[in-house]
């Protein structure tokens, strides 16, 4: 058996860098042989100077700065050894091997050190797979949840404090990119390693610069022997309680052809394949919930509550000749959820208002997700990307809103509220991207087309009736009962045109062409069914604007061996035309003007260490809902409205990171600070009524909020994230350290005054992951979290609390066959609103029995909330309010299930 080993020794300091380089390749042949180690060793001793692993390429490339005559040594089961001897003297040698395919080494060659837990190249860091011992049956997620930096929290997944936007496998999509549903799918013992990067856009990777634009990525690298076979799971249970869970998930890789099938249904909140919402769940009548953001990124996390969830998803990947590459994925999901929320609303105002809400709702929502990429390549200096895709949600709701807004000291109350709503919802959204790339003879020297077209439309049918009780001055009633039609329509096209040109050897010119176009349109027609009243002028509106944006950039671009620099502006002008039709008509119009630098520098350090600086200014003009000037009074404790005369708000960013390997102790740690400044800020105001007032016709009563937008000045954001990873090889564990700290400070109006809000983050965190054997999988963590918040508007405002973690997660395989698994949550909160419990734990146990061939089936028994003591505590801060929410919760169940587990894949045949 052969165990790959990747050390370094130590080496020269005042020597000159030498590169050694090259391909290991099959003799007979010629394929690339991936994970082969190549070690470059004394002559005499052997003893290992430094040590790589080929990639999937087969491509191995190592930095030393050892000179003299040295020995090349290549290792991989089922080849013979390959042994050269090479005379280091000269800048860059290149050596290819050829490996004999040969079975009789396999039990001769025995090296046995420790293998290298990562290593960085660039500015990609890559984790190898076997020095992270995990269960047989562990998932891609559970191998990455050990890797320093690397962690998961339900649909986000995070490196370095960085969220991940996308996993792909072999360097090639999964399932649309979707991190969570890669993950979970993909088998832990497939994986030879991990790649985690900043992945640049199609255009920046094919000219060979960084734009600015890159995406967190986690590249899968799969086996050699993995490639070929089928593999995957099939489960069923049931609860308690009526509960119950059934899926499966069925891979089949034949080489580049991969399908995979995933279905799940449950009632236990495993909530589907990371669906995307276009129209919100809110839909517009979530009692003064502010649920801005949503439409968006549609990203939709878990939804609080108690969930049941029917999914499906279908991917498939392939090479269609030697010229189209195809990749595509299709996800079904229907959820039914029911919830129940307690708000408890203290804002920063002189005469100390608080708001109380019991939130009921009850929500069906259909998602359909497809995705497709083709790949064209017709020679060898032409090619054709096209990604496509669609997304369509149907989405119904109901809610009720019991609520009461109090002034200090909060002993009765000034506002009542009984509010009942209704939505039915359905949205599309499509985006088409085409990129042709050509390169010419000269090196370096391209030019390529990205047209980027987008739609999106959301239609929603809404109904909401609301009782209120006024007990100032004089006790009144009002009643409000409406009905609106909402329609909201997004086009835009914007094609990039990019040119590089070299300069020499080690530099070359960028230049970018970069227009687009965007036209928006809305419309919420509402009646008013106490007043008798069609289309009620005050509460409805027809609005459209268009952005239009013509900019240009160039950009200069230095790189060598040990640095990349670059550096550039772009020139852009951008119009916003705004007209209003309904219910009366006006008009916007608005030119801007800005020079926009963007700097990208990256040091490598050998394979040790890697610096990285990135900063860049971007533009964003307000969202349509954020401009459309129309009340909305579905809780009339709380009515908004958009503001037309918003402008774009500019964003300066600083990103700088820095990584550090010590591979003599395998020690690996990484800083990262940055920060903001936005100019234009689009922030909030309020105005908290001190008589009743009509605005636009509408009457509405003291004590109400009125919220709406106004640009500003000021709001900054500084951050650190720092994290320190290392074995314990004594007592085989894997150590993790995690510091970081974040302040904000955020402009807001209330009453008609301006006013700042300061948010202090800091966190530090602790985790101890097992490295035993496949046997026992077990991890330690704790993290802490301090936050303060300073109200420049009313220092009684001022509040800090405090959340605290403490996690412990087992998987033990004894006695050959029984599996005993368990996992508790620690929770405490210090400062949090005194009706919320304070602490609580939350502990999952279960045990099972594997039999049949392989252990492939396995029966288990599993209790969840085994103290009956969990909850959904969540905190908001923002310029205007604190905010304490408990959601409902699924509670103790116990579960009876069965799981089949299959992995077959087919053997190299080897030949002496």
């Known amino acids: 058996m052969l165990i790959n080993m990747l050390l370094v020794g130590n080496i020269h300091a005042q020597s000159p860098e030498i590169t050694i380089s090259g391909y290991i390749l099959e003799k007979d042949n010629q394929l690339p042989v991936s994970g082969a180690v190549v070690m470059l060793c004394t002559p005499d001793s052997l003893q290992m100077i430094h040590g790589v692993q080929s990639d999937s390429t087969g491509h191995y490339s190592m930095q030393t700065k050892a000179q003299g005559q040295y020995k090349l040594l290549t290792l991989m089961s089922g080849f013979a050894p390959d042994t050269a001897f090479i005379l280091l003297s000269q800048e860059h040698i290149k050596h290819d091997v050829q490996l004999h395919v040969s079975a009789a080494f396999l039990n001769e060659v025995t090296i046995s050190e420790t293998i290298a837990r990562m290593e960085i190249r660039g500015d990609t860091v890559q ?25 998961v929290d339900g649909n986000t997944v995070k490196s370095n404090g960085e969220e991940i936007k996308k996993v792909i496998v072999d360097g090639k999509p999964f399932f649309g990119d979707d991190p969570t549903t890669t993950l979970k799918t993909l088998p832990a013992d497939m994986i030879e390693s991990v790649q985690v990067y900043d992945q640049q856009s199609d255009q920046a990777d094919f000219g060979g610069y960084k734009d600015g634009n890159a995406e967190k990525t986690i590249n899968i690298k799969t086996k050699k022997d993995r490639k070929n076979g089928n593999f995957g799971r099939v489960y069923a249970g049931v609860g308690t309680d009526e509960k119950y869970q059934a899926g499966f998930a069925v891979n089949n890789f034949e080489n580049v052809r991969r399908i995979a099938l995933l279905g799940m249904s449950n009632n236990i909140n495993m909530q589907n394949f990371s669906p995307q919402d276009l129209s919100g769940s809110g839909g517009g009548g979530q009692g003064g919930k502010q649920m801005g953001g949503r439409g968006m990124n549609f990203a939709v996390p878990n939804q609080n509550g108690i969930t049941t969830t029917h999914a499906g998803g279908l991917n498939y990947s392939d090479e269609w000749g030697k010229k189209i590459t195809i990749s595509s994925s299709y996800f079904y999901n229907q959820s039914e959820n029911n919830n129940q929320t307690n708000t408890i609303r203290n804002y920063f105002s002189d005469d100390g208002q608080r708001y109380e809400e019991n939130y009921l709702s009850s929500a069906n929502n259909i998602n359909h997700r497809g995705h497709l990429k083709l790949e064209y390549r017709p020679d060898t200096v032409n090619k054709i990307n096209w990604n496509f895709r ?124 970069k227009p687009s176009w965007q036209i928006n349109t809305t419309s919420r027609l509402t009646d008013d069914l106490v007043l008798d009243i069609e289309d009620y002028a005050a509460l409805s509106n027809k609005y459209s604007y268009q952005y239009n944006k013509t900019a240009g950039g160039i950009a200069y671009n230095y790189f060598t061996s040990k640095q990349e620099f670059t550096a550039g502006f772009d020139a852009e002008q951008s119009q916003l035309a705004g007209l209003q039709t309904f219910p009366v008509s006006d008009t916007t119009d608005r030119t801007f003007f800005n020079i926009l630098p963007r700097i990208n520098y990256v040091r490598k350090f050998v394979s040790k260490a890697s610096l990285s600086v990135n900063a860049t200014s971007t533009t964003q003009s307000p969202s349509v809902n954020q401009l459309q000037d129309v009340l909305d009074v579905s809780n009339p404790l709380f009515v908004r409205s958009g503001n037309a005369s918003l402008v774009q708000s500019r964003d300066n960013t600083i990103d700088i990171r820095f990584n550090k390997r010590i591979p003599e102790s395998e020690i690996h740690y990484m800083i990262s600070i940055g920060g903001s400044y936005v100019q234009n800020f689009i922030g909030g105001v309020t105005n908290i009524l001190s008589s009743d007032t009509t605005l636009q016709g509408v009457n509405i009563a003291r004590g109400a909020q009125l919220s709406t937008y106004a640009n500003m000045d000021h709001y900054y954001t500084a951050r650190f994230h720092g994290s320190y990873g290392f074995p314990v090889t004594k007592l085989k564990v894997n150590i993790n350290l995690t510091a970081s700290y974040s302040y904000s400070q955020t402009p807001a109006m209330m009453n008609n005054l301006l006013y700042y809000t300061g948010n202090n983050s800091a966190s530090g965190g602790v985790s101890m992951s097992s490295n035993i054997s496949k046997d026992i999988d077990f991890m330690l963590s704790g993290n802490t979290t301090y936050n303060k918040v300073e109200n420049g508007l009313n220092v009684r405002s001022n509040n800090t609390y405090t959340t605290q973690t403490l996690t412990a997660k087992l998987n033990w395989i004894f006695l050959d066959a029984l599996v005993l698994s368990s996992d508790i949550n620690m929770n405490y909160y210090l400062g949090l609103s005194q009706s919320n419990r304070q602490q609580f734990a939350l502990w999952n146990a279960g045990l099972g029995y594997k039999f049949g061939q392989s252990k492939s089936f396995e029966l288990k028994v599993s209790c969840y909330d085994i103290l009956k003591q969990n909850v959904s505590l969540n905190r908001t801060v923002n310029a205007t309010f604190t905010e304490d929410t408990r959601s409902q919760s699924l509670q103790r169940y116990g579960m009876l299930s069965m799981t089949y587990t299959f992995k077959k894949f087919k053997e190299k045949k080897q030949t002496n």
């Open 390 to 513: 669609l997304t369509s949600q149907d989405n119904q709701q109901a809610s009720s809103t019991t609520g009461r807004t109090s002034f200090w000291p909060h002993d009765s109350t000034a506002i009542a509220l009984h509010n009942q709503n209704s939505t039915t919802s359905d949205a599309i959204n499509m985006v088409s991207n085409v990129v042709y790339q050509h390169r010419f003879k000269k090196a370096r020297r391209t030019t390529s087309l990205d047209i980027n077209a987008q739609l999106n439309k959301r239609n929603i049918h809404g109904d909401y009736q609301a009782i209120s009780t006024y007990y100032i001055n004089q006790d009144s009633l009002v009643e409000l009962h409406q009905a609106y039609h909402s329609i909201t329509k997004t086009m835009s096209l914007s094609p990039i045109l990019s040119y590089t040109e070299p300069l020499g050897d080690s530099s070359m010119l960028i230049m970018l062409f």
């Open 127 to 151: 984790f190898n797979a076997a020095a992270f011992q995990v269960n047989p049956d562990a998932t891609a997620e559970d191998l990455v949840k050990k890797m320093p930096g690397i962690s």
